[in-house]
T-cell receptor
């Protein structure tokens, strides 16, 4: 079991460029989440999904889009990157359908927008 | 809006000391509180607490929840350098698919 994996691990973008972050999980979890983590701000939820084909906005969704075409994958897109999106991005999944709320996190993607 | 506040923001102690980390919360329809440890990369799950007064233990780490006073503490005894990390607290509300995280306590253990 790889758990939750994220690609890429690092990326540098120029302002206005676009990119997609990929999250994959092999635990058959229904719920998946995208967070960003900035110094002093903790983990802030961007978007989440409660199952294949569903997505919902979190606390800081502006400037991001997501898709969940397959149960095991959750994609986070930046349409036009801005320096304010420089952050570490974490994906997580959870087995909430069994009543367990704990989330399992991927290793993170460090994104720098210049 | 659900809120989680952790204290202290950072803590530096010597190896072998005992530390107590605090987490207070305001949640509508509280269901559970979770503790995570974050070293250099991903947060890893430590404990989930749902009932007041029942201590969860894992080796030198233990945690307890007080649902009346709306807080939890995480104790680490006989600290080791490997305990250096950011410790995150999160709460879950009934009927909510999300967790609300605090900003964490950065613990540094000096050899």
């Amino acid at each position: 079991n790889a758990g939750v994996t994220q690609t890429p691990k690092f990326r540098v973008l120029k302002t206005g460029q676009s990119m997609t972050l990929l999250c994959a999980q092999d635990m058959n979890h229904e719920y998946m989440y995208w967070y960003r983590q900035d110094p002093g701000m903790g983990l802030r939820l961007i978007h989440y999904s409660v199952g294949e084909g569903t997505t919902a906005k979190g606390e800081v969704p502006d400037g991001y889009n997501v898709s969940r075409l397959k149960k095991q994958n959750f994609l986070l897109g930046l349409e036009s990157a801005a320096p304010s999106q420089t952050s570490v991005y974490f994906c997580a999944s959870s087995d909430r359908t069994s009543g367990r709320p704990e989330q399992y996190f991927g290793p993170g993607t460090r994104l720098t927008v210049t | 809006e659900d809120k989680v506040v952790q204290s202290p923001l950072s803590l530096v102690v010597h190896e072998g000391d005992t530390v107590t980390l605090n987490c207070s919360y305001e949640v509508t329809n509280f269901r559970s509180l979770l503790w995570y440890k974050q070293e250099k990369k991903a947060p890893t799950f430590l404990f989930m607490l749902t009932s007041s007064g029942i201590e969860k233990k894992s080796g030198r780490l233990s945690s307890i929840l007080d649902k009346k006073e709306l807080f939890s503490i995480l104790n680490i005894t006989a600290t080791q350098t490997g305990d250096s990390a950011v410790y995150l607290c999160a709460v879950e509300a009934r009927g909510n698919e999300k967790l609300t995280f605090g900003t964490g306590t950065r613990l540094t253990i000096i050899p």
